[in-house]
């Protein structure tokens, strides 16, 4: 049937060549919609959406979260493993700090919880830290409160009773 013999062979072994490298491509690409939540992720944090209005950074959260829905359970866990948390990480330079820095930590705290307060006027604090080293938390806020009665203020905008 196939009257060159190596001919022929030539040409299945590039068919192979080819077809194994666009199966290779295929395999190994990045998840187009992985690429794209992580490109939206990247665009949160650019000088762009410092620049939005709370409405559009509002809308362009909800199409982020919708997009991330769309990921797998794998997808998901890969996305957000390397995620820095920022809160952890001032929760343990503080608590690795010596005393005279803990004071001083805990007076930037505070500070930020006034202006918080100047700003928010009676609007009801929100809650929740997920799931943060809970023993850690609670021993910074006891401080924290400790730290306000030293200086003459009320409790926290943060405390468990509301507004004090």
Known sequence: MFENKSRTTLI?????????????????????????????REQMRSED?????????????????KEVEKLSIEQRRQLFANRRNP???RLEKFFQATR???VAMLDQ???REEQFRANQGNAAPQRGFGNLERAQMGEFRQ??????????????PWGRGGRG
């Open 87 to 89: 809160f952890r990480e």
């Open 49 to 65: 959406m410092k620049n939005m209005t709370r409405e559009q950074r509002r809308e362009f959260f909800g199409q982020f979260r």
């Open 109 to 111: 705290t505070i500070q």
């Open 12 to 40: 299945v072994a590039v068919l192979v060549s080819v077809l194994g490298t666009l199966g290779a491509y295929w395999y190994f690409r990045p998840d187009p919609q992985l690429a794209l939540v992580e490109e939206m």
């Open 100 to 102: 005279k820095e803990q």
């Open 143 to 156: 401080q924290v409160q400790q730290r306000r009665q030293q200086l003459g203020l009320g409790s926290s």
